[in-house]
């Protein structure tokens, strides 16, 4: 590289950094994107580059630093800044304007003036910044320390890694958030759960908090976490007189803070406020469970205090649950992509929330056998925050008829008549590729966005084509033509075309987009993305061992001997062999140039002095060495700096070879001397 563009890297760097901070505060906090999906990507990956190029020119804020880093031993544990109180609460009126005259009365004040704010239904966290810089999280745990879920917070992009400057920035700030989970994406979520065999979150909360609290901070990143800050705990450096005027910094640096909160003279407004929103809570995209009431008044506040439970300066008037008493017509099964058998009731139709609900799920045989309920059965059915509704409880009335026998699952499948098989809690389809819910469910998952991105191939479409018999596997899709689809419903010459051409288009795709497309068990977009860099092509992948998928990062026993499986099944080869003859052609990842270090595994654990983890990875890489995430025996090199946590222990039960940082630096250096010998 020429002088010049060296000394250009450093500017670029910072350039790309503050235009992606830009975008990232007005799409995920403003709502007001400028600039396409495209045309920021492209963005992020000139920086990805630019910092895999130059390791040292990545910062402690740099956005690509939300890609989340490698899992985590355990979360540590730190205490709070100050203390995380849980709140004053009741879903009466009275108990609401109670709370307002022993504000009055403490203060001798004839009307207080409060802030009112929706409560989100979420994980109570605390952020701190430390000269504008993001550089801790902690969930509020027993509210006086949390554990530590820095690096998952770090992948919420409405979070800002570094405060904005359109004020000055305190040397010190901590607020507290809400981390949630919009219904869309709660439902998204929950529907992959159920997809891949894995027991569904009950509501946004649970899956926000579930999310969080992750040690692999990668599992974040995909599941459209959000959050909004709405309390200063502590400042160093800036001073504030009213709670409005807290809100209105938290907005200038860059702090995601909820729109509808409002400052209101008196507690007539507080309780208005409160019915608006509960008007509005079936529209919104986030589920809410009340309304908080806090005094404007910093100064009264710390007049008022605070008993060991809740602040005296705050009160949450609730909503009550969205749920209302139906009967359960009949207990049917839903077969996913994956063969899981999932039991759902379908109810006498009732409106709970302003939704006409005729359905509700029941996820999986442990869960009805455990709330007994059957078909006949009255139940109470809820929606707190589930965007399908579900079975809450068993209602016992004088006037029901007799009880039908307990629920069972089918013996065999409903749709294709294949004896179902169990694991664990799941009931599940083992006919993979000839059972018709399957394969519809695979063509939909093969074309969505994240695998081969088929447009105008969706669940209708699906159903069609093998319903008709065009479709029986996924290797049919690429040998379709104008007719065929010409005889399908809603299709004529232009719609017929456009899918053709987008199949077309398919055909050239990466290896990790295919890999994801083909429904492996338990392989996710991460999981594929391992197997590529890890093996390099689909030939490699077919021709791996159970052993050789152990190697792969994060990859243990049980999902290395479920992809070997699939891998080598018949059906699986011929679908495969098929689409590669039909003109499919997965690119695989490119492969690492041989090194000094080539054919070793280096794991790093604590903190290095000299660099960056990431700078000591991309040296590595430079060498041709492996870096992983855990300890295993194939395992060369475990790197141990202050910290070390039980990576560190098992490495030494397993025998491994252990260094420090001195001796790492030493490794570095004498490499290229060891490619000469």
């Not at 350039?15 to 920021?40: F, K, Q, T, W």
């Not at 740099?62 to 490698?70: A, E, K, M, Q």
Request: contains cysteine; glycine residues 8%; charged residues 30%.
């Amino acid at each position: 590289m020429s002088s010049r563009k060296a000394a250009a890297a450093p500017r670029r760097a910072a350039e790309l950094r503050r235009l992606i901070r830009e975008h990232d505060h007005l799409y995920h906090v403003c709502d007001a994107p400028v600039i396409s999906d495209e045309a920021y990507d492209t963005l992020v990956r000139e920086l990805v580059e630019l910092e895999e190029r130059h390791p040292e020119l990545r910062t402690a804020d740099s956005p690509t630093l939300r890609v989340g880093g490698p899992p985590l031993d355990a979360l540590a544990t730190e205490p709070h800044l100050a203390p995380m109180l849980s709140l004053d609460s009741s879903l009466k009126e009275e108990d609401a304007r109670r709370f307002d005259a022993r504000v009055r009365q403490a203060l001798g004040d004839p009307e207080a003036r409060y802030v009112v704010e929706p409560k989100l239904d979420g994980l109570s966290v605390e952020i701190v910044y430390e000269e504008g810089l993001l550089t801790r999280a902690s969930t509020r745990g027993d509210g006086l320390r949390g554990e530590v879920v820095t690096e998952s917070c770090r992948t919420i992009r409405s979070l800002p890694l570094r405060l904005r400057d359109a004020r000055p920035v305190p040397a010190r700030l901590a607020v507290r958030g809400e981390v949630i989970l919009g219904l869309a994406a709660f439902e998204r979520l929950n529907a992959a759960l159920v997809e891949a065999g894995e027991e569904p979150f009950a509501n946004p909360r649970n899956a926000a908090a579930g999310t969080i609290r992750q040690l692999d901070p990668r599992i974040a990143r995909g599941r459209g976490l959000e959050v909004f800050c709405y309390e200063l705990m502590a400042v160093e450096g800036a001073s504030f007189q009213r709670h409005a005027d807290v809100l209105d910094a938290f907005r200038e640096w860059g702090l995601r803070v909820d729109a509808r909160a409002r400052a209101v003279a008196g507690i007539d407004e507080a309780v208005a406020y409160r019915e608006r929103i509960f008007a509005q809570r079936d529209e919104l995209p986030h589920e809410l469970d009340g309304v908080v009431i806090k005094l404007d008044s910093l100064a009264g506040r710390e007049e008022m205090g605070a008993t060991s439970h809740h602040p005296r300066w705050a009160f949450a008037y609730k909503f009550e649950s969205r749920k209302e008493v139906t009967q359960i017509l009949e207990i049917a099964v839903s077969v996913g992509r994956t063969g899981v058998l999932t039991p759902f009731a379908l109810l006498r139709p009732v409106d709970i929330g302003g939704a006409t609900i005729s359905k509700a799920s029941l996820h999986n045989r442990e869960e009805v056998a455990r709330k007994d309920v059957r078909d006949g059965d009255w139940v109470r059915v809820e929606r707190a925050g589930d965007v399908i509704p579900y079975v809450a409880e068993r209602v016992e009335r004088e006037d029901a008829a007799p009880r039908a026998a307990p629920f069972a699952m089918p013996p065999a499948c409903p749709m294709c008549g294949t004896p179902v098989q169990e694991k664990g809690p799941f009931t599940f389809c083992p006919n993979r590729l000839a059972c018709p819910a399957q394969l519809e469910g695979r063509i939909e998952h093969l074309a969505s966005r994240h695998a081969l991105d088929i447009a105008g191939l969706g669940e209708r479409t699906a159903r069609q084509l093998v319903a008709r018999g065009l479709v029986r596997n996924l290797a049919d899709l690429f040998a379709l033509g104008e007719e065929d689809l010409l005889a399908l419903e809603g299709f004529a010459t232009l719609s017929a075309r456009n899918l053709l051409e987008a199949l077309d288009r398919a055909r050239t795709t990466d290896l990790e987009r295919f890999l994801y497309g083909l429904s492996i068990p338990d392989v996710g977009r991460r999981t594929a993305a391992d197997l590529v860099g890890h093996f390099g092509s689909l030939d490699a992948l077919l021709a791996a061992a159970r052993e050789d998928l152990l190697s792969v990062d994060g990859v243990g026993p049980a999902m290395a001997a479920a992809i070997h499986e699939f891998l080598q099944e018949p059906e699986t080869r011929e679908v495969i062999r098929l689409m590669l003859e039909r003109g499919v052609q997965p690119r695989g990842a490119d492969p690492r140039p041989a090194g000094p270090l080539s054919g070793r595994t280096f794991v790093f654990t604590g903190s290095l002095d000299s660099m960056s983890r990431a700078a000591a990875q991309a040296k590595l890489e430079e060498l041709g060495a492996e870096v992983g995430s855990s300890i295993g025996r194939k395992v060369d090199v475990v790197v141990a700096g202050p910290g070390a946590g039980s990576k560190l222990a098992k490495a030494e039960k397993l025998g491994l070879r252990i260094v420090d940082e001195a001796e790492f630096l030493r490794m570095l250096d004498e490499a290229p001397a060891t490619t000469s010998a």
